[in-house]
């Protein structure tokens, strides 16, 4: 028999959940963290503890199915997919609480994008709509906040919940995302299949980060 094992972290818990070759759920591990709203408006989470409670209900599950260990096939992550998180490359520290997709702090940006016109281009190349709900405005938002901090910009990795995970999962080897989540930062052109140029300078945004 294999095993397919599920990471889901979600807006107020994470989950591992153990699946057997035919789709059967084996065995389910959750934990809830801290929701943090420092204003009105403002939604954050603190993405170590996202790491940790999400590293513990993967070893929890494991460790009451240890003889399925060697079977486990491969791990899918599924996650808060707006949400976004900017860390140092070198030290592995975030800079700032990761910005929850609920987050609206970016509001007035976006509605001055709006005003711009630019809703037609941003639609036509992303699919989306422009609104705070996605990436985009709170990455401008960070590196704004960083260079305010005068945090030098070379060392810093930015990504979705996804690739802050895989990223420390892999042992700081592999900063990726997919598509899927991809397409739900605001920077990504999904006719082509590449971050947009033009949305990267739009948003302020250094290509390397991500």
Known sequence: MKYVMSLDQGTTSCRAILFDQDCRIVGVEQQEFTQIMPRTNWVEHNALEILETQVKVLQNLLGKHPEKVPYVECIGITNQRETIVVWD?????????????????????CLELINRGFLDEIREKTGL??????????????IRHLKEKEVPLENILIGTIDSWL?????????HYTDFS????????????GVWDEDLLDLFEVPRHVL
């Open 166 to 174: 895989l990223w420390n999962l892999s042992e700081e080897q592999n």
């Open 129 to 142: 709509v422009i609104d705070s709900y996605f990436s985009a405005s709170k990455v401008r938002w960070l």
């Open 181 to 192: 989540n991809a397409s739900r930062t605001m920077l990504f052109n999904i006719n082509d």
């Open 89 to 109: 490359e070198e030290t592995g520290v975030p800079y700032y609480n990761a910005i929850v997709w609920q987050d609206q702090r970016t509001n007035d940006f």
